[in-house]
């Protein structure tokens, strides 16, 4: 930008588009955030444009923290570049639980019980997409042929109720478009029914563990889908109204739509957090082994830095191609977080990288780049981890230096047991999914 002021966090500038046009920008931050800050929001905005505006005569981004805004005509007053900053949103509150109406009107949202046997042939097992910790999806079609997935909430679970609620409150109040979208829910009788927009590839594991399937995947589209997940859960955390962790982020909850575009799903384990809130505690342990980390495993410490962690052992899942725990020729069980690091401190990356990605062209400082990023995300020390705006950041900025990871948290994974949560060899081997409950647990 060629006019800009650092006070104000301000600056305009232009640039030839063709012989006879050119293109006007304008950025701007709030006076609250620092320069680092500033700068990484706006390196947000800077992605999120060219994929949304890059063919068109225009486009912005706006965001609580900065702004960007680009026209082929003039739109601001090139006399001056004093123009104050906007005023910061105020940081939201944490909500109680609210019906679905406080984002759109019950009616709207609400499906008959009649109707959702009617697009499932009434749960039939040819229908049947799959079975989760707590109930059952299906496939089905509404009468006006739009194709939805129903989420049956299993009767007898004695934690679904929770979780149907918060499923309610949180999704049906989130837009993006690397998450799934919540199109209704049923509470009929005993039925708790939710009814999603139906993703029709699947599930990102079906894809990077399936021996035929990941046959279709080359590093463009791997990467392309690790720059989607990341985008949604730095929506969950930042750009989001509500401020959420997801706390149960893994290759399954992550379904690809016809053009492979990542869509995170399974919101029943996610947990509000306030903009001022830097963690919280929890006696209700929920999520699944293999993608926990100790300090919210072990101790029931939950903040961003838990899905941080989740997401860097699913990035390397999806460039290596190995499921984040195996059993060695020794028969001992092996981590993919400490495996990765091993390699990447005798100088051996190269050799980690899925042999069905090597022959994608000029992939493979990416690859080892990405390896690099998902060993930061895993570090045993929360603090050490990134924030996931860095973490886009660093997907999308290729000059970016990145800093020396450190060990990561699986090296003490065997401590778990002997820190008082029951887990087993069968458990880590399986990447089961654990609730550990008190009675005073809160959702």
Known sequence: ?????????????????TDSEKVYGLVQCTPDISETDCRICLQRDMVELSECCGKKQGGRVLRPSCIAWFELSLFYDSSSIDTPSPTPFDPPLTPSFAPPEATRNKESLQF?????????GDFH???????????????????????????RLSKHSSQGELEFRNEILLVAKLQHRNLVSLLGFCLEGTERILVYEYVSNGSLDQFIFDSIKRGQ???EMCYKIICGIARGILYLHEDSRLKIIHRDLKASNVLLDEEMNPKITDFGLARLYSMNQIQGNTHRTVGTYGYMVLEYAVHGQFSVKCDIFSLGVLLLETVIGKRNSWVNDSGEIEHLPSHTWKNWKEGTSENLINPMLRNSSNS???????????????????AKRPTMASVVLM????????????????????????AGLSTSDENLRSNQPVQSTDSDATP
């Open 112 to 120: 008959t019980l009649s109707v959702v046997k009617a697009a499932t």
């Open 125 to 151: 097992d040819d229908n049947k997409l799959g079975q989760g910790g707590f109930g059952s999806v299906y496939k089905g079609k509404l009468k006006n042929g739009q194709e939805i997935a129903v989420k």
């Open 1 to 17: 930008m060629k006019n800009a002021s650092s006070g104000s966090k301000f600056a305009t500038g232009n640039m030839n588009f």
């Open 364 to 382: 493979k400082e990416e690859i080892i780049r990405c390896n690099h990023i998902g060993l930061l995300c895993v570090q045993e020390l929360a």
């Open 395 to 418: 997907l999308n900025t290729n000059s970016l230096s990145l800093p020396l990871p450190l060990q990561p948290a699986f090296l003490m994974y065997g401590n778990i047991s002997e």
């Open 217 to 219: 995947l080359n590093w």
